[in-house]
C-alpha cells in the first residue's frame, strides 16, 4: 500500500491509527490493519483495487464527524481506513454555470469560502462545517439548518466523480442541471454513506449570495402554534424564510449551563422557542421590517409569547450559538438518547406531545432536549438523563425502550427513523422493522452488484442479510 500513496501516507502504528479508528463523540471504537491517505483519485483507484484484488475490507472516511458511527471500522477486523483529507483542492469556479468543482476533502467551511470569495453562495450549513468534509456530506446526505430553503446535499450536487470497489472509476463531474440520459448514476453514491463506492470529487451548484439577513428568537406557545407561526413567516416572507428552527425550554436551560456568558434572551422561562432566519437580495432594513411583521401577528394572535429580534450581526452569532451548541451540550452532559426524525410538518406538533407522553411515562425526570429543523420537518427529539443520574444507568435503563417508542411513533406519523444523521451502526438493524421487504431486497440488491465481495463499509447501513433476503 505504501507504494502507492508512499510510506508518509501509509499509517499502521496504534497510536496513529486511533483517531481514525474512533469515532468524534468516542462511542464506536474499531480496528484497522492500516490508514490510508491518498491523495488523487487515481491513488485511490489503486489502492481499492490493490483491496479487491486480496479482499481487504475499505472504510472510507472524510471529517469523521458522523454521529452514527458510519466512518470508523467495525470492531474486529484488518480494515483499511481511507482518509480523504488530502484530496482537498478546489478544482473550479465557474461563476457562469454558477458551479463550484471540488476534491472530496475539501471542508465544508473551505467550500462555503470559495463560493463566498467568487460572490455566491453554497448554502450547506451544518454545525460541524469546519471539520466536516465535502465527500463525507455527500455520502451521508448531510442536511442542516438551510434545507428549508435550499434543500438537502442531494439537491446540491450536479455531478460526482467516485471510485468503485473493484477500482474502476465513475466520472460523473458534469455541471448540468438537465441530463436525462438513462439512470441517474450519481445518486448511487450520495446518501448511501460509502458502501457503494468512494466519492473522490463534485460539482455542486452556487446561488446568489443574500445581501440581508434577519434573525429572531420566539417564544411560542407551543409546537403546533410554531407550526403555524412557520406558515404564517412563509405567507408574510416566501422565499426568504431560510431557517425556521425549534429549541425547547430543557434545551435552552442545558446550553446556558454551559455557555455561562451568555444571557437567556427572555426574562421569563418558555418551553418552546424557535429560531427564525430570513435571507433575501434586499436590503436588512425591510428584511427586519417583514420579520417583525410576522412577530407581531404572531404576538396579537397568541402564537408568539415573546421575541426578540438580532439588533447587529453580534446578536444574530448570539442567537444562532444558542443554537449550534445544543448538540455539543449534550455529548458534554452524556446520556443522551438521540433521534433523528422527521414527521410530516402536518403531524409534526402531535408527534411532539405524543412522544414526549412516552417518554416522560418511562422515566418522568427526563430531560426532554427537542429541538431541530421544523422547518423542514426534522426533529432532534433526545431525551437526555435527569440531572442526578449516572449516563451509563440512565442508556442502559432506556436507550432501546425509548429509541423504539420514538422511532415508532414517527413512523406510525408517516415520518422518517433518520432524518438527517443517516444509517451507520447506530440505526442499521432498526431499518429492518421500518423498511418494507421490497426496500430491504432492492438495497441488498444493489449493494451487492456494486460490491459483490461485501468489502466497501461492511456492517454499515444495510440490516443483515437474512433478515433483508428472506
Ligand atoms: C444539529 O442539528 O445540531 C445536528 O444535527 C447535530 C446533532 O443533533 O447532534
Ligand atoms: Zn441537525
Not at 427572555?266 to 418552546?272: G, V
Not at 427529539?381 to 429509541?403: G, H, M, Q, V
Request: hydrophobic share 45%.
Amino acid at each position: 500500500m505504501s507504494a502507492i500513496v508512499g510510506p508518509q501516507a501509509c499509517l499502521s502504528q496504534a497510536p496513529d491509527l486511533q483517531p481514525f479508528v474512533t469515532d468524534y463523540r468516542g462511542l464506536y471504537v474499531g480496528q484497522a490493519a492500516a490508514v490510508v491517505l491518498p491523495n488523487s483519485t487515481e491513488q485511490v483507484s489503486q489502492v481499492m483495487a490493490w483491496c479487491h484484488a486480496r479482499g481487504v475490507v475499505v472504510v472510507p472516511q472524510g471529517g469523521n464527524t458522523s454521529l452514527m458511527g458510519g466512518a470508523v471500522p467495525e470492531p474486529q477486523g484488518q480494515a483499511v481506513v481511507l482518509n480523504l483529507r488530502r484530496m482537498n483542492q478546489v478544482l473550479a469556479v465557474d461563476t457562469v454555470n454558477d458551479t463550484l468543482t471540488l476534491q472530496a476533502g475539501v471542508t465544508l467551511n473551505a467550500a462555503r469560502n470559495a463560493a463566498e470569495d467568487a460572490g455566491r453562495l453554497f448554502p450547506l450549513r451544518i454545525g460541524s462545517e469546519g471539520s466536516c468534509q465535502i465527500g463525507g456530506n455527500i455520502s451521508t446526505n448531510a442536511g442542516g439548518t438551510a434545507v428549508l430553503r435550499y434543500g438537502n446535499m442531494r439537491d446540491l450536487v450536479l455531478g460526482v466523480e467516485a471510485v468503485l470497489p473493484d477500482g474502476r472509476i465513475y466520472s460523473g463531474l458534469r455541471g448540468l442541471r438537465k441530463d436525462n440520459t438513462g439512470y441517474d448514476l450519481k445518486q448511487l453514491f450520495i446518501g448511501s454513506e460509502g458502501t457503494l463506492g468512494i466519492v473522490t470529487a463534485a460539482v455542486l451548484k452556487l446561488m446568489p449570495q443574500p445581501t440581508a439577513s434577519s434573525v429572531a428568537l420566539a417564544a411560542v406557545a407551543s409546537p403546533a402554534a410554531a407550526v403555524a407561526l412557520l406558515g404564517e413567516a412563509k405567507k408574510t416572507a416566501g422565499q426568504a424564510v431560510t431557517a425556521f428552527e425549534l429549541i425547547s425550554g430543557p434545551a435552552l436551560d442545558l446550553v446556558l449551563g454551559y455557555l455561562g456568558n451568555v444571557k437567556s434572551p427572555f426574562e421569563a422561562r418558555h418551553d418552546w422557542m424557535v429560531l427564525i432566519e430570513l435571507t433575501s437580495g434586499a436590503s436588512s432594513e425591510s428584511l427586519d421590517q417583514t420579520l417583525m411583521q410576522v412577530l407581531e401577528s404572531g404576538l396579537d394572535s397568541g402564537l408568539v409569547l415573546d421575541a426578540t429580534l438580532a439588533q447587529s450581526g453580534a446578536d444574530a452569532q448570539t442567537l444562532w450559538r444558542i443554537r449550534e451548541e445544543i448538540s455539543d451540550a449534550q455529548t458534554r452532559t452524556g446520556g443522551s438518547i438521540k433521534c433523528d426524525v422527521s414527521v410530516p410538518l402536518s403531524r409534526i406538533a402531535a408527534f411532539i406531545e405524543e412522544a414526549s407522553a412516552a417518554v416522560l411515562a418511562l422515566e418522568p425526570q427526563t430531560r426532554m432536549i427537542v429541538y431541530g429543523h421544523m422547518g423542514d420537518g426534522n426533529v432532534h427529539f433526545n431525551p437526555l438523563r435527569p440531572a442526578d443520574r449516572a449516563a451509563k444507568d440512565y442508556l442502559t435503563a432506556f436507550y432501546e425502550p425509548i429509541s423504539r417508542q420514538v422511532d415508532s411513533l414517527a413512523h406510525a406519523a408517516g415520518g422518517s427513523i433518520s432524518a438527517e444523521h443517516g444509517v451507520g451502526v447506530a440505526k442499521r438493524d432498526d431499518l429492518s422493522h421500518y423498511k418494507s421487504e421490497v426496500e430491504l431486497a432492492l438495497m441488498w440488491q444493489i449493494k451487492k452488484a456494486l460490491d459483490p465481495q461485501g468489502l466497501l463499509n461492511p456492517g454499515k447501513v444495510l440490516p443483515a442479510p437474512v433478515a433483508a433476503q428472506a
